[in-house]
């Protein structure tokens, strides 16, 4: 029987879970939550009611070890993040983990994340992909900047709407402002909005208004219709 269940909400339509997950949620004894109070307003939406117990990143490590011996005692418990799969760009990497050097069994449900459809719906290559999640905010920002600039297949970021222009701009000085990119934002909820275009016209469009909301970019890889001609033409 499965001990620890990783269990994906939606991004922003609440109509975007799955049937099993829903029963998931019914059946364990706890539900580990990123944020109690937005997890309870999905649990409350769903008309489920379950004891939560709180696992962010600023408590992993206290709790990692603690909620392994619940689960190697007999408890079940789901993990869910405020938002989309757990162990994306959150601390469920560290429970998974602990779970798994412990023989205990873990089982990811497939289910609702950001940077899937925003990368389907870039118009950039899919067939091979690099999610970087985060940048570093300072200590090695430039560096993997660069070292992104010479990726030759799609690149996927999350990033903040305060530091999406920053972002951007610092994007264009190391890749060129006629490298194409995509931005997400809202995706799945009222209003989402896709802008496609170069680097330069994305800047100029996202300059001149609020961003709001979570973000994601997807970054054409260096001279990226030329390789995926060359990826074509081996097969």
Excluded at 15 to 31: C, M, Q, S, W, Y
Excluded at 69 to 91: H, K, N, Q, Y
Aim: negative net charge; proline residues 5%.
């Amino acid at each position: 029987m499965t001990q620890l269940y990783l269990v994906p909400t939606p991004i922003g339509n609440l109509e975007d879970i799955t049937l099993r997950a829903i029963r998931v949620l019914k059946e364990v004894d706890v539900i580990l939550a990123e944020d109690t109070r937005t997890s309870g307003n999905l649990l409350r939406h769903l008309g489920i009611s379950k004891p939560m117990v709180a696992f962010h990143l600023n408590n992993e490590h206290q709790q990692v070890e603690r909620i392994a011996d619940r689960i190697e005692a007999g408890e079940t418990m789901a993990l869910v993040t405020d938002a989309g799969t757990p162990g994306i760009s959150d601390p469920g990497f560290m429970l998974v983990r602990a779970c798994v050097q412990r023989n205990l069994q873990v089982e990811c449900l497939p289910g609702a994340t950001a940077f899937v459809p925003a990368l389907v719906n870039s118009g950039l290559p899919a067939e091979r992909f690099i999610f970087e999640g985060f940048l570093p905010h300072k200590k090695g920002r430039q560096t993997k900047l660069r070292e992104m600039a010479a990726y030759p297949y799609t690149t996927i970021l999350y990033e903040s709407p305060f530091r999406l222009v920053k972002t951007l701009q610092q994007l264009m000085e190391v890749m060129g402002p006629d490298r194409q990119v995509s931005v997400a934002r809202e995706l799945t909820k009222i209003h989402e909005e896709n802008v496609r275009g170069t680097l330069s016209e994305v800047i100029a469009y996202f300059s001149q208004k609020e961003v709001k909301g979570e973000i994601v970019i997807v970054i054409e890889g260096l001279h990226g219709s030329q390789n995926n001609q060359a990826d074509d033409s081996e097969a």
